[in-house]
């Protein structure tokens, strides 16, 4: 055959598919109401495995192929299924009564001190509020938790270094809600008391600071100490013999002579910082969702839930996955995607899948500054 021929016989296929395809989501449609009449579950695990078994099974060299494909047929229908059934009751009240209104912030909690890059970035995405420091993150979520903040600001990433996976982990625990978020551009500087960088032994800074500098520091030859903040770093880099990796307004508030600018080995440098809060609000333009969930032990269960935002559109930004304290080699994913809750859509997959995955928890609708 010819590849016109074959193509043409490829298209005769994909006309019989479609029309097959149109009657299976019927079926879907009317299997919702008999689960509404007898207050079925949608999900039912077990018939879904015992189908794609027999699948891959009868498909031959092809199964895992064919698995895939009903796998998602599945998926599509239970997701016609929750639309239709309008699941996820708690999700649409909680979004429902959100505020439109950011809440008002009278104090930020962020790490380190005065001249850190947490502080400068509580100043810009809460310039009115009184910056609170601490000294490390779960002091920071500590405060909010308490009351003892109204707000904390958490880096969550940087462009060059990656997950700060501490963060990641106490917003899995702690699972307050994220209304803000900045792409803060982060330039590190050496500093010290001394005037030259011939007279440092040691270099203080927080990991992640060391990390994006790891390319410089390396040629300098010092030994690399860490410490809780950049501000810290630039506060021990008073004593003689000792630099720090810092802001330049840390080194400024010190009194010490900058050795060095811009020494972060990526130009375009950022960290991505998180405001978060206890309770749940609907910024005016938001355009990021974060949410967080577990999964159950199958094969493709991720691939699955993957294959959803894909259906709907929805385009992933950042999936992180940590273990769940107490639990062998099970894992909480974290994900953040493009998006509005105030998309039917959108909250129609999102209460689907709260009432799909263990953990499910929806994090926030929020806007980013970059």
């Known amino acids: ?12 296929v994909d006309k019989r598919l479609l029309p097959l395809f149109l009657r299976r989501m019927e079926c879907a449609e009317k299997v919702a109401a008999v689960k509404k ?14 189908i794609l078994d027999a699948v891959e099974t009868g498909a031959g060299r092809y199964g895992g192929e064919a698995r895939i494909l009903f796998s998602d047929l599945m998926a599509m229908s239970r997701a ?69 903040a109204d707000a904390g600001v958490l880096p969550a990433e940087n462009s060059s270094a990656g997950s700060v996976a501490e963060v990641y982990d106490l917003m899995l625990q702690y699972r307050f809600s994220i209304f803000g978020a900045l792409s803060l551009p982060v330039r590190h500087c050496l500093a010290s008391v001394e005037s030259s960088r011939k007279n440092i032994q040691i270099v203080y800074s927080h990991p992640q600071a060391l990390r994006q500098c790891a390319g410089f520091l390396a040629r300098g030859g010092w030994k690399l100490l860490p410490c809780s903040s950049t501000a810290e770093a630039a506060e021990l880099a008073k004593a003689p013999g000792v630099g720090a990796v810092c802001s330049l307004r840390a080194a400024r508030e010190c009194g010490l002579n900058v ?56 385009n992933l930004t950042k999936i992180e996955s940590r273990p769940i304290p107490g639990r062998n080699f099970e894992y909480d994913f974290y994900l953040d995607f493009t ?32």
């Open 1 to 12: 055959m010819t590849l016109e021929e074959i193509r043409k016989e490829i298209d005769d």
């Open 339 to 370: 998006g509005s809750v105030r998309d039917a859509k959108t909250l129609d997959l999102l209460c689907a899948l709260s009432g799909e995955l263990p953990r499910f928890t929806f994090l926030g609708n929020y806007p980013e500054v970059l």
């Open 80 to 148: 016609a299924q929750h639309r239709l059934l309008e699941s996820g009751a708690p999700l649409r009240g909680a979004v429902a009564r959100a505020p439109a209104a950011a809440p008002r912030v009278s104090s930020a909690a962020c790490l380190g001190e005065a001249g850190s890059f947490s502080h400068e970035a509580a100043l810009r995405l809460f310039p009115d509020a009184k910056p609170l420091f601490f000294p490390g993150f779960r002091a920071i979520f500590e405060a909010v938790e308490n009351g003892g």
């Open 259 to 314: 050795i060095a600018e811009n020494i972060q080995d990526a130009s375009g440098n950022r960290t991505r910082f998180l405001a978060v809060g206890k309770k749940l609000c609907l910024p005016p333009h938001a355009d990021k969702i974060s949410v967080c969930f577990a999964l159950p032990h199958r094969t493709g269960s991720l691939y699955g839930v993957l294959a959803r935002f894909a259906a709907a559109g929805l």
């Open 37 to 50: 009449e007898r207050g079925l579950p949608v999900y039912n695990a077990e018939r879904e495995r015992q």
